[in-house]
Every structure is written in C-alpha cells, then in structure tokens.
C-alpha cells in the first residue's frame, strides 16, 4: 500500500496547485474587468444630465460591482477547493484499483522469483559442495598419483615392488594432508590406552563402541585417536571448473 499512499499524496499535491493556479488566474481576470467597470462607471457620472434609464443601470453595475468584490473571492476559493478535493478523491479511487490490478498480476510472478532464487542458491551450494568434496582428492592424484595408484592391477607386480611404489605414493600424499589438513588426534593418548569419557564429550568426536549402557563417564580402551585439522578454511575455488573433474588429462605436444 506504500505506492498508493505516494501516489495519492503526490496527487493532491498536483491538484491543489492546479485550482490555486486556475483560481488566481480567474480573479486576476475579474480584477481588470473590476478595473475596466470602475472606468465606465467614472466615465459615466461625469456625463450632465444623464438620462433616469442611464442612472438605475449605472447604480445596478455599481451593486453588483460591490457583490462580487464582496462575496466572489470567498465563493470562488471554497469553490476550488471543494472541486480539487473531489477530484483527488476520485483520482485516488481509480489508480487504487488500478494499483491492485496489478498487484494481482504481478503477484504470481514475486511468488515465483523467491523459490527461483532458493533452488538456484540451493543448486550453487550442492555444486560447490561437490567440487571441495573433490579437491583434497584431486590435490592427492596430481601430487601422489593416489588414483592412478587405486587404478592400478597390483597382481602384475611383486610385493617388493609394490612395496616401493607405495613409499613415494605415501611420501606425496603425506605432503598434501600436512599442507592442506594439518592434522592433529581428537584424543591425544597411545591407541591401546584406557581412558575416560566425561559426560560431556562430543558424539561427534568421539564414537561409542561394545558394551555402551548407563551414562557418562566411560571407560574404555583407545582403539582409534580420530584425526581432526587445523585448517578449517574452505578453499577458494575457480567458478568456471568443472567439477566431475578430478584431474585433466596430460597431453605432450610433439
């Protein structure tokens, strides 16, 4: 209702400043027909003798003269200002409706742009998701060749060879994790230790296994100190890649 309400009052605006216009236009006009009657007039009494017919029409244009002056300005104004009213009202009246016509045209459209807006954000984060998903992977295969490595038919080679291949896969990708991930334990004790889990610890963090009854605190045996990094950061990633794409391929020009 906000464009109505602008509209309407910049309406009246415009209205009132026309009838004020018009409304000194008009008694500016009177004013030298005024001016030119009170000539006549002068004209007329300066005449000697004039005849009974000339006097009764001389004093006649001399009353209504002095009635017009009298009551005309007041009339007028109210006049104007009753009619601009009026006007604006009914002007408000039309573009009202005209307003919510097409409010009710457009509405179905605002609906639509909102839920259009949502599934796109939506549909951008699950890409985005997706492609860091990937990119540890990728950053793994381009410094380790860890995918070619999975790739691989390991029954064509002896263990010892295998052996040494593994060395360097793990060498690369020790570099990648540390770089990227910065690694350090959840729970920082020897696996095989026996520790305590206070009431308070994180299910995510922490996960319960065997014989799990009652509450907090446990104990138990350290089978796996968990991994978490501190390097939170998300990378920033180039918005014109692909993201079914882990690696390129390597083409040498000949």
């Not at 573009?95 to 009710?104: A, D, I, R, V």
């Not at 963090?205 to 991994?227: C, E, M, Q, S, Y």
Request: aromatic share 10%; hydrophobic share 40%; proline share 6%.
């Amino acid at each position: 209702m906000k464009p109505v309400k602008a509209f309407s009052r910049r309406t009246l605006f415009v209205v009132l400043m026309f009838m004020l216009l018009l409304f000194g236009i008009i008694n500016g006009l009177l004013s030298v027909g005024y001016q030119a009657i009170s000539e006549m007039i002068l004209a007329l009494e300066r005449i000697p003798d004039p005849p009974s017919q000339l006097v009764e029409f001389v004093n006649e244009i001399v009353v209504y003269k002095q009635l017009a002056e009298t009551y005309f300005l007041p009339i007028s104004g109210a006049f104007f200002f009753v009619f601009a009213i009026v006007l604006w009202f009914f002007l408000r009246i039309i573009n009202g409706g005209l307003f919510k016509k097409e409010q009710k045209t457009v509405s179905p459209k605002t609906k639509k742009g909102p839920a259009e807006e949502s599934r796109k954000i939506k549909e951008e984060k699950r890409e985005q998701d997706r492609r860091i998903y990937l990119y540890l992977i990728s950053l793994l295969q381009r410094e380790g060749r860890l995918l070619d490595f999975f790739s691989e038919n390991l029954d064509l080679y002896e263990d010892s060879q295998i052996g040494a291949a593994v060395r360097n896969i793990h060498q690369n990708c020790k570099k990648v994790v540390d770089k990227n991930l910065s690694l350090r334990p959840v729970v920082d004790k020897n696996e095989g230790e026996e520790i305590v889990v206070e009431p308070d610890f994180d299910p995510n963090a922490i996960k319960l296994t065997g014989n799990v009854t009652g509450d907090p605190p446990f104990k138990g045996i350290l089978r796996h100190k968990g991994w978490q990094t501190e390097k939170p950061e998300l990378p920033t990633l180039s918005s014109g890649q692909d993201s079914r794409i882990i690696a390129p391929a390597e083409v040498e020009v000949v």
